[in-house]
């Protein structure tokens, strides 16, 4: 489940990405990640041990990572989307200055 820590501005995830689920997530955009087990035992993983973006396709080598070996009822990941729409800005920027330079 992908799921968006709300901008200061209280956007959402559905208003970053309406109709595409990515295949990875960015590391430096994980904002929290919980685990549910399938006996209901809640954990809460340290992002910063992420040194890869992650694979939402193959979570085989996220599980080995955290040492997961019981069975996963629910996977939570939540995105920072301040930080999200802060590099789109930044990004956008650049692209536009790019294609219309300043006046020196």
Known sequence: MLLGKKTKDGKTLQEFMPEKFPVEVPVEHIFSIKVLTGKDKKIELDPDELITP???????SFYKLYNIKEHVKQLEIYLDLQSIQDKMLLESSQFIE?????DE
């Not at 992650?54 to 085989?60: F, I, V, Y």
């Not at 790019?98 to 300043?102: E, G, V």
């Open 54 to 60: 992650l694979d939402l396709q193959d979570l085989g």
């Open 98 to 102: 790019n294609i219309f330079p300043k």
